[in-house]
């Protein structure tokens, strides 16, 4: 498992720079988990349904399909330190409007769609600021501590927002999302710079000459490799949203309870992925395996959709919500695959690919999931996206080369 991606010179520890983005990735996990604890109040409140609701989650998917890649290119060109500004700024600038049109439908989603562009943006510095920070052999262990920042996020939202909003005013989340882009900003642009992380086009061997730029974003589309981890992060991003954003809202129609404590129920399984992305990532450092433990957390995943909605309530129904946490392992392995196996060349490009793809998977599963919900109920609902699951042995377990 190796990567000819340079480790570059920097002023700090690598690890502080991993914290730093660590951070900014939570401005993209805020805004993802900011809805799911007040889905049933803005149900309510704008008069809408499920399908409706998960148009207003996917709509941060959206535009991060057609973006992901024009991403990865710009990111390319212009490095992780001007990408972060625009990302960010995309964040504070979509929460900040969301914050008039908690009661519209319409204005909601358009605040969404633009919050998804910096989320987009987000998705593809980490990985590629890791590669240039830590050796090959870190690599596993530091991906695994930056997709925390998602479980994180999870915790953080799924128990403060049901907080500090009521059925009639929800904006303090959006405020949340807001002020934090903003202190996120400043920490970036003293923090990262081009030293830290330059931008791929200073990474290119020297005898790739003005080819190697040309062909990156088409050589990265055809690349076998790609297209396995887009197609594994696609089918695990699908059943990780749908469940995750709808579960609070199941625990609440279908099984009874309230919010407050749908939400705080759900938010548990964020601890376990905060654990499971961190033990994980430095596990499969050590065993010198990746496979292995994607394969077992995605077989694991697909056994826990059918458990939630067979389970009678009670405490096996609780560790099975709680253990939703732990297949979160696998975004750090999918990030540290593509860091040893996608050549220098079509690194940046590759990730957005593989991102555009999560992105595609984020999209379709609300949208899809809520739809299925109305015509077949939650059970049936559960049953097919456990199917949908396996699909996403498809990513790391087949890449020719990964143990």
């Avoid at 990030?335 to 940046?348: D, K, L, N, W």
Wanted: positive net charge; charged residues 10%.
């Amino acid at each position: 498992m190796s990567n000819s991606i340079p480790k570059t010179k920097h002023r700090f520890s690598p690890y502080f720079y991993l914290l730093i983005v660590i951070l900014q990735y939570l401005t993209a996990g805020f805004c993802q988990y900011k809805l799911q604890p007040v889905l049933t109040y803005l149900m309510k409140g704008m008069s809408i349904t499920e399908t409706e609701a998960g148009l207003l989650i996917s709509a941060l998917s959206i535009l991060s399909v057609f973006l992901a890649v024009p991403f990865g290119v710009l990111m390319g060109r212009i490095g992780p330190r001007k990408t972060g500004f625009i990302a960010t700024g995309m964040v504070i600038l979509g929460s900040f409007a969301g914050t008039f049109f908690t009661t519209n439908f319409y204005g909601l989603f358009a605040s969404q769609l633009i919050v998804g562009v910096g989320i987009c943006g987000a998705g593809i510095l980490g990985p590629y600021i890791i590669a240039c920070l830590f050796k090959p052999e870190l690599r596993g262990r530091a991906n695994g501590w930056y997709i925390t920042a998602g479980t994180i996020a999870q915790l953080v939202m799924f128990n403060l927002v049901p907080r500090i909003t009521t059925a009639d005013n929800v904006t303090p989340a959006w405020w949340f999302t807001t002020l934090y882009g903003v202190v996120i900003l400043i920490l970036w642009a003293i923090f990262i710079t081009d030293e830290v992380a330059p931008p791929a086009s200073k990474l290119q061997p020297a005898d790739t000459g003005s080819a190697g730029k040309g062909s990156s974003l088409l050589a990265a589309l055809k690349d076998p490799k790609v297209l396995q981890l887009s197609i594994g992060g696609f089918a695990f991003m699908m059943s990780t949203m749908a469940v995750m954003n709808f579960a609070p809202a199941y625990l609440t129609l279908g099984r009874g309870y309230d919010p407050v404590t749908a939400s705080t129920l759900v938010s548990g399984s964020a601890v376990v992925g905060a654990i499971s992305t961190a033990l994980g990532g430095t596990l499969s450092d050590l065993l010198k395996t990746r496979k292995w433990i994607f394969l077992i957390a995605l077989l694991w995943m697909a056994v826990s959709r059918v458990l939630i909605v067979i389970l009678p309530d009670g405490i096996l129904l609780y560790l099975t919500l709680w253990g939703q946490g732990i297949p979160a392992v696998c975004m750090g392995l999918i990030y540290t695959v593509a860091g040893e196996t996608f050549e220098p060349r079509i690194a940046s490009v590759g990730i957005s690919a593989v991102n555009m793809f999560i992105g595609l998977g984020g999209l379709v599963a609300a949208t899809l999931f809520g739809v299925l919900v109305q015509s077949a109920g939650y059970t049936t609902t559960f049953i097919v996206f456990a199917v949908i699951t396996l699909g996403g042995l498809v990513g790391v377990c087949t890449i020719k080369g990964v143990k």
